[in-house]
């Protein structure tokens, strides 16, 4: 069965910097896009990065444009965020998801569009 296990969170000061993991299996990783949410108390979930099946093509929300980053690596089934300087408004659950992707169509960025889910990682961020 689809299985995402997200890692690396923690509590960091602000300013640090953390990377998540996210090992998936039951799935043939290199044809899903991939995607990170996060979800603070008392609030939704939100969009914060997403990948295409290949790599080639990422995507950024706004508030973490130019401080994290999103890869993946096909070969071991993993997908990453790196988050440098940190802010205590990025304290929330980070989840990584996926979803099938067909080559030539666009990359889903909205919840709604991702079927699978892991479990996240709580990621907080002291001022």
């Known amino acids: 069965q689809v299985q995402l296990v997200e890692s690396g969170g923690g509590l960091v000061q602000a300013g640090d910097s953390l990377r998540l993991s996210c090992a998936a299996s039951?799935?043939?990783?290199?044809?899903?896009?991939m995607g990170w949410f996060r979800q603070a108390p008392g609030k939704e979930r939100e969009f914060v990065a997403a990948i295409s099946w290949s790599g080639g093509s990422t995507y950024y929300a706004d508030s973490v444009k130019g401080r994290f980053a999103i890869s993946r690596d096909n070969a071991k089934n993993t997908l990453y965020l790196q988050m440098n300087s940190l802010k205590p408004e990025d304290t929330a659950v980070y989840y990584c998801a996926a979803v099938r992707q067909t080559r030539g169509w666009a990359t889903p960025r909205e919840k709604y569009e991702y079927d699978y889910w892991g479990q996240g990682t709580q990621v907080t961020v002291s001022s």
């Open positions: 039951g799935f043939i990783f290199s044809t899903y896009a």
